[in-house]
């Protein structure tokens, strides 16, 4: 009997840890549906809102490492600063992955079609969350 509730409270506590996975991940995928959005509103600052506004933020691409979201900004800003560089924004999301309780990775790719000439890529994103919302606290994108 002793066996049989031992068991019992092994599967019930996996099926909560399932779960809560499930929704992390339903809301990692949402906040990303929201960026995506703005992006093609050309809403800089809404998409900016998924980044964690620290200067412990971090972002690499092909210019190397920017450190916190005000340069993560302005590194948006001075690399798409017309509509048509914005162009139209989708995303692939290929994993989503617990690292740790509260923080997950992401890997995906994103292409953008515009007229002024398509760009496609990959990222891997480093979300927590913080203060009950997840957050971007590391990009990679090439």
Same mark, same amino acid.
């Given at each position: 009997?002793? #066996?049989?509730?031992?068991?019992? %409270?092994? $599967?019930?506590?996996?099926?909560? &840890?399932?779960?809560?996975?499930? +929704?992390?991940?339903?809301?990692?995928?949402?906040?990303?549906?929201?960026?995506?959005?703005?992006?093609?509103?050309?809403?800089?600052?809404?998409?900016?809102?998924?980044?964690?506004?620290?200067?412990?933020? #971090?972002?690499?691409?092909?210019? %190397?490492? $920017?450190?916190?979201?005000?340069? &993560?900004?302005?590194?948006?800003? +001075?690399?798409?600063?017309?509509?048509?560089?914005?162009?139209?924004?989708?995303?692939?999301?290929?994993?989503?992955?617990?690292?740790?309780?509260?923080?997950?990775?992401?890997?995906?790719?994103?292409?953008? #079609?515009?007229?002024?000439?398509?760009?496609?890529?990959?990222?891997?994103?480093?979300?927590?969350?913080?203060?009950?919302?997840?957050?971007?606290?590391?990009?990679?994108?090439?």
């Amino acid at each position: 009997m002793k #066996k049989i509730i031992l068991l019992m %409270g092994f $599967i019930c506590i996996n099926f909560m &840890t399932i779960d809560a996975q499930d +929704k992390d991940k339903e809301e990692i995928k949402n906040l990303l549906e929201t960026q995506r959005q703005a992006w093609n509103n050309n809403d800089l600052e809404l998409f900016m809102e998924g980044y964690w506004k620290s200067e412990d933020l #971090k972002f690499y691409g092909k210019g %190397g490492v $920017i450190h916190g979201w005000d340069n &993560t900004l302005a590194r948006y800003k +001075k690399a798409y600063p017309t509509k048509e560089h914005f162009g139209t924004l989708e995303f692939v999301l290929n994993d989503i992955s617990m690292i740790t309780k509260g923080a997950y990775y992401v890997l995906g790719e994103f292409h953008l #079609k515009r007229s002024i000439g398509n760009a496609d890529g990959i990222f891997m994103l480093v979300l927590k969350k913080i203060k009950g919302e997840w957050k971007i606290i590391a990009d990679t994108s090439s």
